[in-house]
């Protein structure tokens, strides 16, 4: 039987460190902290070393080692998951590998409208590098100023876009990977097709780094918007949205980029916390959908659609009001409504969060039902769902009851997430859309899928890296 990994040897610590240098492996614990600690602070492990290798040569020379020793590696992209995927156990036996310094952008590609990096690239960076030759690399994230390429493959995150692009799955065509014993898979293919056998680029992206570390990537590129428009709508009615969504996507096909809604409850955190925000209509309403369209090709006649498309709308009683904005900046105010709304509920004390996704027709049904649910399990709780309409990706927020104590209220996380997650499950929904599955819903993942995938699963998982090296302990028990 193979011995779990445990504890590095001073020997093992050492020859690590002769891989990257002195200068690029960190031992001291306050110089480690950083890499440590979750942004939420809900997870905070130990370590016994933190490396940034330098090459792909020295990530293979790294996992080699590793593999040898019996070595538990964490790698580790900008630090900006959400469910505890990058952050090493309490043990402190973890060794936590950074790609901070694999930050190259190695090819730019016109004719295949592609894109080579490394991992450690960030992904505003990569969205600069697209636009410098007039194109558009689409991945769009909150953290997109420090996530990572590599981080972004790993979790295959999904952002304001995928209704027209899709998520990161759909935005890679070859990969690098340094497999768990130090071998390399090089495949930076620029191709839209290869049926030659199983796509294994496909069985890296989303695996959280259990089954190897991603080093470069060949991404899409499209071309560059040079018209766009963004409006919002205010609804009363939650169940008018799916109507909505198909309106406009029936009319402006794949010209609707982005369709986002909102609660009132969020939007007003949003006026409440942020200097200079402002709500769009003159008086409220329950719920908020901004949505914009854009197109390569100038003459469009963009405005004038969104004005058909919802001037339908008002005709039957779909919407209550719109705006449109007049220009870049106004455009620019009614994003800041949702791309602030994960940040401002810090300042409304404890909130328990969920990624979930259903079928867009029931986005309705399943925030009507978990907002029951939360009134029955801690009546006074707050909920703030939001998210990608387009795509049924739904953030379902849940901030503290005014009064209630922080420590109180999340003492609930776990039973809450349960009742919301059997609700997500009965509308044939998925419990993590884009987040990954990490250590926060690692125990949850065999109740939301079939045995046989759970089964299969592992077997993945013992065949790529039999002696679980790398990432144990999550994704997958």
Known sequence: MTRAPGKPSPETIAALVRIVGEDYAIRDEEAMAPYLTEWRDR??????????????????????????????????GGNTGL?????????????????????????????????????????????EAAASVGRLFPLSL??????????????????????????????????????????????????RKDNSGYDLKDLFIGSEGTLGIITAAV??????????????????????????FARLYEGAGPMLTTIEIMSRAGVEFVLKHVSGARDPFASPHPWYVLFEFSSPREGEGLSALAETLLQACLQAGEIDDVVIASSLTQAQELWRLRELMSEVQRHEGGSIKHDISVPVARVPEFIARANQLVELMIPGARPVPFGHLG?????????????????????????LNAAVHEIVLDLDGSISAEHGIGRLKRDLLPHAKQEVEIELMRKIKQAFDPNNILNPGKLIA
């Open 43 to 76: 997870y905070r492990g130990k370590a016994a070393l933190v490396l940034k290798p330098g090459s792909t040569e020295e990530v293979a020379a790294i996992l080699k080692c590793a593999n040898e020793t019996l070595t538990a590696i964490v790698p580790q």
């Open 83 to 127: 469910v505890g995927g990058q952050i090493p156990f309490e043990t402190g036996h973890e060794v936590v590998v950074l790609l901070e310094r694999l930050d190259q952008v190695l090819d730019l590609d016109l004719a295949s409208n592609t894109m080579t990096v490394e991992a450690g690239l960030v992904l505003a960076q990569a969205q």
């Open 142 to 191: 909150a953290s997109e100023g420090c996530c990572q390429i590599g981080g972004v493959l790993a979790t295959n995150a999904g952002g304001m876009a995928v209704l027209a692009y899709g998520s990161a799955r759909d935005l890679t065509l070859g990969l690098e990977v340094v497999l768990p014993d130090g071998r390399v898979w090089s495949a930076l293919k620029s191709l």
């Open 219 to 244: 991404l899409r590129l499209y071309p560059k918007p040079v018209e766009s428009v963004t409006g919002i709508v205010g609804l009363s009615k939650l169940e008018d949205t799916p109507a909505l």
């Open 391 to 415: 795509d049924g990706n739904i953030h379902y927020n849940v901030s503290q009851p005014v009064s209630m104590d922080r420590t109180v209220f999340l003492a609930n996380w776990e039973a």
